[in-house]
T-cell receptor, first 117, second 110 residues
Framework: EAGVAQSPRYKIIEKRQSVAFWCNPI?????LYWYQQILGQGPKLLIQ????????DSQLPKDRFSAERLKGVDSTLKIQPAKLEDSAVYLC???????????????FGQGTRLTVV | GQSLEQPSEVTAVEGAIVQINCTYQ??????LSWYQQHDGGAPTFLSY??LDGLEETGRFSSFLSRSDSYGYLLLQELQMKDSASYFC???????????WGLGTSLAVNP
């Protein structure tokens, strides 16, 4: 089966510019996550979708970050305006979202490495 | 709050056995997952323990003790390619989400 697809792989922008990332999860997966991973740290959950509804966005800086998952499939994450501290890898992951062990295994995309200069 | 603790670094030699410990403090705990991440790569799933005891998958095993809020990942017959970061993640809460540790960097030396 095809894995989680993300684009772009790399992005360099100046501070105060805007940027958008795209994610296509594994077919049939109901749960989709966006994580931010700063070099040397663990993934930090930004937002979790179940189908097209938001389950958790408690750590999403809503003044500058937004995400949507229209039709419960693809998702986009946007940063506007970007700050230097947003430099990180942005990982998208998906899991089945069904059954008693619905989210125990998450499948990750290769991520987008964002550099803000 | 909800948190997981694991050592930041572990070093071992090829062919050896290494154990990476993880203690957790969460509410609504369902189970413990382990992920491997090579430099520049994406995390990949290794194992999930919902029940107490040892789960073995090839050279890797994972253990959970719910009463002690503790688990570990055991890597046997270490190979150079096992050099990576290893994350424990608790599956917990009303939203059944993964709560991640900060990761353990494993260096396997010749």
């Amino acid at each position: 089966e095809a894995g989680v697809a993300q684009s772009p792989r790399y992005k360099i922008i100046e501070k105060r510019q805007s940027v958008a990332f795209w994610c296509n999860p594994i077919s049939g997966h109901a749960t989709l996550y966006w994580y931010q991973q700063i070099l040397g740290q663990g993934p930090k959950l930004l937002i979790q979708f179940q189908n097209n509804g938001v389950v958790d966005d408690s750590q999403l800086p809503k003044d500058r970050f937004s995400a949507e998952r229209l039709k419960g499939v693809d998702s986009t994450l946007k940063i506007q305006p970007a700050k230097l501290e947003d430099s990180a890898v942005y990982l998208c992951a998906s899991s089945s979202g069904r059954g008693s062990t619905m989210n125990t295994e998450a499948f990750f995309g290769q991520g987008t490495r964002l550099t803000v200069v | 709050g909800q948190s997981l603790e694991q050592p930041s670094e572990v070093t071992a030699v090829e062919g050896a056995i290494v154990q990476i410990n993880c203690t957790y403090q969460t509410s609504g705990f369902y189970g413990l997952s382990w992920y491997q991440q090579h430099d520049g790569g994406a995390p990949t799933f290794l194992s999930y323990n919902a029940l107490d005891g040892l789960e073995e998958t090839g050279r890797f095993s994972s253990f959970l003790s719910r009463s002690d809020s503790y688990g570990y990942l055991l890597l046997q017959e270490l190979q150079m390619k096992d050099s990576a970061s290893y994350f424990c993640a608790a599956y917990a809460g009303n939203n059944r989400k993964l709560i991640w540790g900060l990761g353990t960097s494993l260096a396997v030396n010749p």
